[in-house]
């Protein structure tokens, strides 16, 4: 097993956790000699490995779904509360053994720094090689199992878990980060994307706008991109008010043979660069999963969020970005039923496109910063 000076946690609850890692990790594979080791979900580490090709030589991969998160309902985005604390609980088994596997492996390896994308298992996996860890996200499980409801069990074991680790970065937008100690938090203005170039985003306008003009021999009307995460479903979306391109992803469906003036794009869970769509699109509505959120006002795109009420991540976000008019939002209701016009001229009325338009990727700066814990 080759040297990896630095090693990856990343949450596997979803795909957002990942994004915005490797969005990281792309950085410091570009900017330093050091090998990484990525310890993440199987479906996480298959786009990882697509995503950071060129850079696979210097990078060692296991696959261990590190988080299991929170649980909806089918065709919903509401938290099944019961089916979540059962996942939870044998996670939490899983983590006593695996992480003394873990905590081997680094020591071979010669690892320097864990850095944990709000991962507690991270906690105990550092706690056993004796390795400096760095907690980064926007929230901690404690934050989340406490909004919604989860048993006081599960909440305890993670406050305790947590407090095992003396360095969390916080990004901008974050909860409390229950369960860390007093003094251990840094809370930042950051916020991070993948790389967004000017040349791929008119690329895509201008190849979709042709394709749309071959099907319908009209001027595209717009660029749509919807998305849920790929941990969420929602049943058949109706839209009106809308000619023109619609990019979305996993968990979505539309009865197409119904719209003959819109061009349907389903992008691949594999693609690459799914940030380019989202700068592409003249209006944005994804649910307010942090990354996709950060993305979209990285990217200076109109953009609404989905609001989940009882999930606290999600609303803060929402609120915090509404309150600087740099995001607007919408109910499910209003997703499922889409009226396109209606929602951009929401989009228009609540968001400050000067302000939008000053916000700077900062994932230079939060490189500089976990690098500094080496």
């Known amino acids: 097993m080759k040297n990896c000076e630095i090693a990856f946690y990343i949450s596997s609850h979803g795909f957002g956790h990942l994004t915005r890692s490797l969005a990281l990790i792309e950085h410091i594979l570009k900017t330093t000699d050091l090998n990484l080791y990525i310890c ?23 696959d ?24 939870v609980y044998a996670m939490l088994q899983s983590y006593k053994t695996q992480s003394v596997i873990e905590a081997e492996k680094l020591k071979e390896m010669g690892t320097k720094l864990i850095i944990s994308d709000v991962s507690a298992f991270a906690c105990l996996v550092a706690e056993k090689c004796d390795v400096e860890l760095v907690e980064i996200g926007n929230f901690t499980w404690t934050d989340q199992y406490i909004s919604v409801k989860a048993d006081e069990k599960i909440v305890e074991t993670f406050k305790e878990i947590y407090s095992k680790c ?12 229950v369960g860390a100690k007093d003094g251990t938090v840094f809370y930042s203005d950051y916020l991070i994307s993948r790389p967004i170039y ?10 979709y706008n042709e394709l749309y003009k ?3 021999g009209k001027e595209c009307g717009g660029f749509l991109y919807l998305s849920l995460g790929k941990s969420a479903e929602l049943p058949q979306v109706s839209i009106k008010n809308f000619s023109g391109v619609v990019f979305y992803t996993e968990g979505l469906e539309f009865n197409e043979c ?10 691949p869970n594999e693609i690459k660069d799914s940030q380019s769509f989202v700068a592409a699109a003249d209006l944005v509505i994804a649910k307010a999963g942090w990354s996709t959120s950060a993305e979209g006002v990285v990217a200076h795109s109109k953009t609404l969020l989905i609001e989940r009420e009882g999930v606290d991540d999600d609303m803060n976000t929402i609120n915090t970005l509404k309150s600087r008019r740099l995001a607007s939002s919408l109910t499910t209701d209003e997703v499922i039923n889409l009226d396109y016009k209606m929602l951009l001229d929401r989009a228009n009325a609540d968001i400050d496109v000067s302000k939008l338009n000053e916000i700077k990727n900062d994932t230079k700066k939060v490189c500089e910063k976990l690098l500094s814990y080496m």
């Open 198 to 207: 000017d040349i791929r985003v008119e690329e895509i306008r201008t190849k």
């Open 258 to 267: 119904a719209y003959p003036e819109i061009l349907f794009v389903r992008l």
């Open 214 to 216: 071959a099907k319908t």
């Open 166 to 177: 003396n360095n969390f970065i916080a990004y901008d937008l974050s909860l409390p980060f």
């Open 64 to 87: 261990y779904k590190v988080d299991v998160g929170i649980v909806n309902k089918k065709n919903s985005l509401a938290v099944d509360v019961e089916k979540t604390n059962e996942v």
């Open 40 to 62: 993440t979900g199987k479906a996480q580490n298959e786009f990882a490995k697509i995503y950071l090709d060129e850079f696979l030589p210097r990078l060692t991969f296991s």
